[in-house]
Nanobody, 114 residues
Framework: QAHFVESGGGLVQPGGSLRLSCAASGSWFSLYAFGWYRQAPGSQRELVAGFTRAGGTNYADSVKGRFTISRDNTKKTLYLQMNSLKPGDTAVYYC????????WGQGTQVTVSS
């Protein structure tokens, strides 16, 4: 089974930036589409950014223009650059495969607050 280790979260003021990383295990990394998900307290987990199998990208309307997803297949790592952060972005962020997520990692907490 694939395993994911997310990192890079933290406390940031509104308008700030963070870059999340996700290290994945397995030799299959370059073959799959991946996405970043988040779960805020009391809310369901949602997909915020993802790669299509054709290599394109999709973003939730709430983060479009502020977040950028990228990947490095040689390092088996997925990234999420988050700019112009808002309090509504506060959540635990996870990476996983698309369209069907596998086992979840521990996630990384992002808190946007002044």
């Amino acid at each position: 089974q694939a395993h994911f280790v997310e990192s890079g979260g933290g406390l940031v003021q509104p308008g700030g930036s963070l870059r999340l990383s996700c290290a994945a295990s397995g030799s299959w990394f370059s073959l799959y589409a991946f996405g970043w998900y988040r779960q805020a307290p009391g809310s369901q987990r949602e997909l915020v950014a993802g790669f299509t199998r054709a290599g394109g990208t999709n973003y939730a309307d709430s983060v479009k223009g502020r977040f950028t997803i990228s990947r490095d297949n040689t390092k088996k790592t997925l990234y999420l650059q988050m700019n112009s952060l808002k309090p509504g972005d506060t959540a635990v962020y996870y990476c996983n495969t698309l369209p069907s997520p596998g086992p979840w990692g521990q996630g990384t907490q992002v808190t946007v607050s002044s």
